[in-house]
């Protein structure tokens, strides 16, 4: 319940900023436009759970946007390999392991290196960001890749609907919050994740084992954003090597929106979703207002500098 | 105290979005756009801002539609097709009455086509080319006739060069690159004492442009002439050659119509480019889908004229645009 309390101020920001744009865009509150509005989030919010984690360890991911576009390519580069014009369970499975993998592949080094190394996150992160794009780029000269029409269970990863109604990447979507909410709240790992933010020596003496933690931790965060590539790669119809870009720095943004502090610590895996879904509504509510792209830029630096001084001067 | 100030930030940030937006009429987009003839909203979604043309062609769009009483909404992809893909969905269900698209990834865009399909929203290509099997899902492509492009530029160098010993500096993976330099080749034919001496890939920029011509220069003691397919790329070329020391030795001719190119043909380093027409883009566009949406047939592949600029017409281009 405290966690809810904490949260008022965000949860007003929504309503207000839903009332607001309803003013000057008459659809926006239509239940279609809340549901794209879920499904559009789906992606970024996916990112922002596993970015919270290594935030709250007191680190960085900066590898997402390029993991995603790695994990597309991967899978869709194995399954028509592997399936050629056919759909096949077996081996659309396979192809889904083989990018999840190389995900994992990541997530270790990530977390063995900053460890048991002395070595910033912030630097592990952007050499392998570097490293997993350039991977992404090997795949078809660094065009995109179609996923063939036959492979409608892939399609409907992003595409389809449950009962016709849900969109597939928002049940995902919300499986997912629910069972990282789970492992951070009601779990033994939960409290040795926020140990390890809140002071590293004391969790080390207290014989929290760290390095364990920390692997699981950027491991977690990586196979998020294998499967938030998933989503992103099937919404596309294709996977691209470039796409990806900066997808790291909308999730952070969604993470200390959401209230994290960024030396960790301290934040909830709620309060993510809530500020991936406060900076969703601002990029449907700024477009659909008609307002000039340039403009859009400012009011989303401004919204986001905002809500974190206000999180800072709280917490002070 | 604090909380309070929580429910006032997006109010006092948002107000001045709020005077911005109500210079333009109140949108009743609640209402089917279609029965209009005026009064409208259309969008664009292209791939990027960060590039004049992009500019050029959005404002050819804007006021040609302004003309017609309707109003339109640009957005920035940014090179993220995710993005582009959300401010589609965006438009879409807003009610917009037609939009025009410059993909990020022409692979990534068929799941907006079919979402604006399902919604009857008209959907026109601009400055792209689409996949055969989504054709029949959009109104038509408009773009620059890139193949004539080549073509001019081969006839420009043909007339002061007729030996030439060239080299083209390519961009392999992009389609209007593709044409460019099939129209420059099938020109080429005409003449058999022009030669080839090699094809290499450059990125379309100033900064790959460079290095590669250097080893160019050291390769081809006879090279004379450089066919390359973009502007910055020929920037890139005159840079190169200027630091060898052989800009005067060698004839650059490009397609584009850039600013910068043009500058660059009137200091006499670059010797043509074979302009492109963005605003024109933009406004033939936007014509196409007023015709769409008033019931006439509209061709399904839209070229746009390209001229050739040289030193004697570059004064007279730069005035007119």
Redesign the interface.
């Known amino acids: 319940m405290k966690v809810v309390r904490q949260m ?3 949860l ?2 929504i309503i ?2 839903l009332l ?1 744009f309803r ?5 926006f509150l ?1 239940p ?2 809340m549901l ?1 509005l879920t499904q ?1 989030i789906s ?1 970024n919010t996916i990112l922002a759970l596993g970015m919270t984690l290594v935030i709250l360890i007191g680190g960085i991911d900066l590898s997402v946007g390029a993991i995603v576009a790695l994990v597309g390519t991967t899978t869709v580069y194995c399954l028509s390999a592997i399936s050629g014009d056919t759909q096949n369970v077996f081996y659309l499975l396979l192809s889904i392991l083989a990018g999840l993998g190389a995900a994992a592949v990541f997530g270790t080094f990530h977390g063995i290196a900053a460890s048991k190394t002395a070595m910033p996150p912030f630097i592990i992160t952007l050499a392998s960001m570097l490293i997993a794009r350039g991977c992404a780029l090997r795949f078809n ?6 996923i063939g029409d036959q492979q409608t269970i892939l399609l409907a990863v ?2 389809g609907r449950l009962f016709g109604v849900v969109p597939v990447p928002v049940v995902i979507m919300l499986t997912l919050f629910v069972l990282m909410a789970l492992l951070l709240h009601r779990t033994r790992f939960g409290q040795h994740v926020y140990a390890l933010g809140g002071n590293r020596e004391a969790a080390l003496y207290t014989g929290i084992p760290v390095i364990r933690v920390e692997v699981m931790v950027y491991l977690i965060c990586s196979v998020l954003a294998g499967v938030a590539g998933m989503i ?1 790669t099937s ?4 996977a ?1 090597p ?6 790291e720095l909308t999730a952070i943004a969604a993470v200390v929106v959401g209230g994290t502090s960024f030396t960790g610590g301290r934040g909830t895996i709620f309060g993510t979703l809530i500020g991936a879904v406060i900076i969703g509504i601002l ?2 509510g ?8 340039s ?1 859009q830029y400012i ?1 989303k630096g ?2 986001i500098l ?2 974190v001084y ?1 999180d800072v ?2 917490n002070r | 105290m ?2 309070a ?3 006032l ?3 006092i ?2 107000t001045p ?2 005077s ?2 109500s210079e ?1 009429p109140d ?4 209402q089917p756009a279609s029965a209009e003839t005026t009064g409208r ?1 259309f969008g664009a979604s292209f791939q990027t ?1 960060n590039n004049p043309f992009f500019v050029d062609l959005g404002a050819g769009l804007k006021n040609e539609l302004e003309a017609n009483g309707d ?1 339109l ?4 992809a ?5 993005k582009q ?3 589609l ?3 879409i ?3 917009v009455a037609g939009i025009f698209v410059n993909p990020v ?4 865009l ?2 907006s086509l079919l979402e604006a399909s399902r919604k009857k929203v008209p959907v026109i290509i601009v400055d792209a080319p689409v996949k055969k099997a989504d054709e029949e899902l959009i109104v038509c492509t408009v773009a620059s006739d890139n193949v004539r492009a080549g073509e001019l530029a081969a006839q420009a160098l043909a007339k002061v060069n007729p030996q030439a010993r060239l080299v083209i500096l390519h961009l392999s ?1 992009n389609k209007a690159c593709i044409d460019r330099v099939a129209g420059f080749k099938t020109e080429l034919e005409k003449h058999p004492e022009m030669k080839i001496l090699d094809v290499q890939e450059a990125q379309g920029t100033t900064e790959g442009a460079r290095p590669v011509m250097r080893d160019l220069i050291g390769r081809y003691p006879d090279l004379n002439s450089v066919f390359a397919i973009n502007d910055p790329n020929a920037l890139g070329v005159i840079s190169a050659l200027d630091s060898a020391n052989k800009l005067d030795q060698v004839t650059i001719v490009t397609v584009d119509g850039s600013q910068a190119g043009i500058k660059a043909i009137q200091a006499g380093k670059l010797h043509s480019t074979s302009a492109q027409f963005p605003r024109e883009i933009g406004q033939i566009a936007a014509e196409k889908m007023l015709a769409h949406l008033r019931g006439e047939p509209v061709d399904k592949d839209v070229k746009v004229r390209v001229e050739l600029i040289t030193a004697e017409n570059a004064e007279q281009y730069l005035e007119s645009n």
């Not at chain 1, 000269?141 to 179609?146: A, H, S």
């Not at chain 1, 919404?235 to 294709?238: G, I, K, T």
């Not at chain 2, 949108?27 to 609640?30: A, L």
């Open positions: 008022i101020p965000l007003a920001a207000i900023l607001l003013i000057w865009v008459p659809t239509t279609e436009n794209d559009q992606v000269n660094g065009l995109p890749i179609p992003g595409n992103h919404q596309l119809y294709s691209e470039g796409s990806g870009e900066m997808f990029d449907k700024l477009n659909q207002a008609g307002i000039h792209y403009l009011v401004a919204v905002m809500a206000l001067r709280r | 604090n909380s100030l929580r429910f930030i997006p109010l940030l948002l979005v709020s911005g937006c333009s949108s009743d987009s609640s909203l801002m109003r909404v640009i957005l920035d940014q090179f993220n097709s995710l893909k959300n401010d969905s965006d438009l269900l807003q009610g990834n022409w692979e990534g068929k799941g993976v």
